[in-house]
């Protein structure tokens, strides 16, 4: 288990992240996200080891993050960190040894995987030779060639198309079942809720809303009201405690305040002809991002 | 960790030997080293107008053509200025017609009222300078013959008159007795001096590059989250400093082959002139005792050699981690180049300015010890206990640096912003220990 316990560090006196606290259960897949400059890289950094906190801790299985636990880490930089001259067969001996791999695992666990990404044929290949996906898939391979303990993912999705989402996914989930603990950030909300179960969001440094996925809809009262139908908009508009509608082709998105306003909508809807769908849903991720971020998320 | 610092120094000496560019960059450096020593006989191989053979027609009117040729040809022979053949004509105007199409020179040996004798010349185009002094050399010989028999002196007389005057030398002092010293230094400067002064630049371009690259890829964050920055940082200067190493017992060896083409090749009459030229050099070194000094120096020159070939590592990676680009680290190095040229017009210099203070007090500085300190002592201008000094200050010198280049290097190799980053450095030194 990963436990980061009032974690702040400063650069000069700018003060990069304040008093974080979050845990990573074995097994879970978790969730950091910020706008740029809110503090995930750094604390990514703190939590391998590469940066020291200036006041809180940071332990894996109880034990203070050092040069003898980084072995049980994996990680994936948000930018591409291969050395590009070299083959990837290279790159992974490289990287593997200093997992504490030996040459012969590394080989065997590469050509596994090279063969699960599908770029079986660039085992022999220059890095700098291969497109920014297939890139990504080799950093990414190195990140979990030793199956690690502890993954760490910042923006893993970068440069893929959806099926390669997909097939990451996929390596992911399997890694939560193995039991390993997964920390990762991404600008695409729809990632994080598709398979994150818990998250903490970051401002400027601090923590301004963490849990699990559930909770943090369960508390964020507000509604999103589908309706498709014809339906006097106008009287909808003016209820108390609708935040706003979108109109779209022949749908409406009202957004309410909470649970309670559903039934006021509810009885002008049923006043309405040709009333194919009356939907209420929880808001978006994306939404309760943007709202607590307060401004627009640079996506 | 020592494992992974193993690891470490041998992917990145593996990263600068094992490549197609070493292995290129070697070869040619052979073939150039084989090439420039054999160039003579190179260039006589392929001939030109100094190969061709002149023909010298001598008309003598002063009873002189054996003394005039046998100077002729001993003043052409120390010259090495061309191939002439020389004959006696009675007559040289009966060969004018043939002077543009034959390589001829025309000279007349004619009686002169004040100067005993004088010549006159007679060729199709300009002799050149060389010949034309040859040829005058040879002509004033016969003068002075001349001007001496005109004086009545007997035969035993000319030859003391003609010969040097005798100069005997008593040198007390063992340790001074070189009888070459501009010798002796261009003899360390081409063996010593030069190969260092080229390690060091290749040492601090290949670290600089190397750490360079690892940080503007990134791959140095897996790096470090992996081993610490002073495995990295000692494995970057084992591995330069063994690179280094490495690629000067190549260039002993190139020499060596160098030399061994050279006797195999020197077949022509000027390569055979230059074998013994350099024969008589080794002989000169041997007799001079600066192989006794450098046998007995060899121990301290090694240490003090390799204390400074990780003194420039320690700093080139210390400066290749401030920088977020290779165009910066080429302009930070700028002043360590400085440095070196400084300790080599230096060391060029302590043969002119015998015994000079101020050269021999920037033989104990470090960064110039390594360049200058071998050839004072080499020059019998230092004693071993200075050269023991010089290369203790300097090994200290590099300990202190890593200590504190640590500090920084571990900050600058994850420091991507060039913003107070001279700031953020000095403050990195001042960090205590514990945070390294």
Same mark, same amino acid.
């Given at each position: ?45 703190? @939590? @391998? ?19 003898? =636990? ?17 083959? =990837? ?102 990632? =994080? ?74 009885? @002008? ?31 | ?6 690891? *470490? ?29 054999? /160039? ?15 023909? +010298?027609? #001598? ?32 007559? +040289? ?45 040879? *002509? ?7 001007? /001496? ?21 008593? $040198? ?35 670290? %600089? ?35 280094? *190493? ?85 302009? *930070? ?5 400085? $440095?070196?040229?400084? %300790? ?16 021999? $007090? ?32 300097? #090994? ?41």
């Amino acid at each position: 288990m990963l436990k980061v316990s009032h974690v702040t560090k400063y650069y000069d006196t700018l003060k990069a992240v304040d008093d974080l606290s979050f845990e990573v259960k074995d097994g879970e897949i978790f969730g950091l996200l910020g706008v740029n400059g809110a503090g995930k890289t750094t604390t990514f950094r703190m @939590i @391998i080891g590469l940066l020291e906190p200036t006041n809180g801790t940071i332990t894996l299985d109880g034990v203070p993050i050092d040069y003898t =636990v980084t072995d049980k880490i994996g990680f994936l930089t948000e930018e591409r960190s291969l050395l590009t001259k070299l083959t =990837v067969e290279e790159q992974m001996i490289y990287y593997g040894t200093l997992k504490g791999m030996s040459k012969n695992d590394i080989l065997k666990e590469l050509d596994y995987w090279l063969d699960r990404f599908h770029i079986k044929e660039y085992k022999k290949r220059k890095i700098k030779e291969l497109s920014k996906g297939n890139q990504q898939k080799i950093q990414f391979i190195s990140a979990i060639i030793h199956k690690p303990k502890l993954l760490i993912l910042d923006e893993p999705f970068t440069g893929l198309d959806p099926i390669n989402v997909e097939l990451f996914m996929d390596v992911m989930r399997e890694f939560k079942k193995q039991g390993s603990s997964i920390i990762f950030s991404s600008h695409r909300m729809e990632h =994080v809720e598709m398979f994150c179960e818990k998250l903490v969001i970051l401002v400027k440094g601090k923590s301004v809303l963490e849990g699990s996925l559930k909770e943090i809809k369960k508390e964020y009262r507000k509604k999103n009201i589908h309706i498709i139908g014809d339906v006097d908009i106008d009287a909808i508009k003016k209820l108390d405690g609708v935040v706003e509608v979108l109109t779209f082709a022949n749908e409406f998105i009202v957004k309410i305040e909470n649970d309670s306003i559903m039934e006021n909508v509810f009885a @002008i809807v049923k006043k309405g002809k040709n009333i194919s769908e009356f939907r209420v849903e929880d808001p978006s991720l994306n939404e309760i991002f943007l709202s607590k971020v307060g401004e627009v998320y640079e996506g | 960790m020592k494992d992974k610092l193993k690891f *470490l120094t041998k992917q990145s000496l593996d990263r600068k030997i094992n490549t197609k560019t070493f292995k290129i960059v070697n070869i040619l450096l052979l073939c150039l080293l084989i090439f420039i020593a054999n /160039i003579d006989s190179i260039v006589h191989l392929f001939g030109g107008d100094f190969n061709e053979e002149t023909k +010298v027609y #001598v008309e003598d009117h002063v009873n002189s053509y054996s003394l005039f040729e046998e100077a002729f040809s001993n003043i052409s022979e120390s010259f090495q200025s061309g191939n002439y053949v020389l004959e006696k004509k009675d007559n +040289v105007e009966e060969f004018q017609d043939s002077l543009e199409k034959e390589n001829i020179i025309l000279i007349k040996l004619l009686p002169d009222d004040t100067n005993y004798v004088k010549g006159e010349l007679i060729s199709y185009n300009d002799v050149g300078m060389i010949a034309f002094n040859v040829i005058q050399n040879a *002509l004033s010989t016969v003068k002075d013959r001349f001007a /001496i028999s005109a004086s009545g002196l007997s035969e035993e007389e000319i030859s003391a008159l003609t010969s040097p005057a005798v100069l005997e030398k008593t $040198i007390l002092n063992e340790e001074e007795s070189s009888e070459n010293k501009e010798m002796v230094a261009s003899i360390v400067s081409l063996v010593i001096i030069l190969p260092c002064f080229f390690l060091i630049l290749l040492l601090v371009q290949m670290l %600089g590059a190397e750490v360079n690259d690892e940080k503007t890829t990134r791959s140095m964050e897996i790096i470090i989250s992996n081993v610490s920055p002073k495995t990295h940082f000692l494995s970057k200067i084992f591995a330069a400093t063994l690179f280094v *190493l490495i690629q000067g017992i190549l260039l002993l060896v190139y020499g060596g082959l160098a030399l061994f083409s050279r006797s195999l090749f020197s077949s022509s009459a000027t390569s055979l002139i230059q074998t013994d030229g350099m024969m008589e050099l080794l002989e000169t070194v041997k007799s001079s005792g600066i192989l006794t000094l450098f046998v007995r120096g060899l121990p301290i020159f090694i240490i003090l050699f390799l204390s400074s070939f990780l003194l420039y590592a320690i700093v080139a990676g210390v400066l290749a981690s401030m920088t977020t680009n290779i165009e910066d680290f080429q302009q *930070l190095q700028t002043p360590m180049m400085l $440095i070196i040229m400084l %300790g080599y017009y230096l060391s060029l210099m302590a043969v002119q300015f015998d015994g000079a203070i101020f050269i021999k $007090i920037m033989a104990f500085v470090p960064m110039l010890s390594f360049l200058l300190a071998p050839v004072l002592f080499l020059l019998g201008q230092f004693q071993m206990i200075e050269l023991v000094i010089s290369t203790i200050i300097n #090994v200290v010198f590099t300990w202190i640096v890593f200590h504190y280049g640590l500090r920084i290097y571990k900050v600058g190799i994850l420091n991507y912003s060039s913003q107070k980053l001279w700031k953020k450095m000095f403050q990195s030194i001042k960090k205590n220990k514990k945070e390294i």
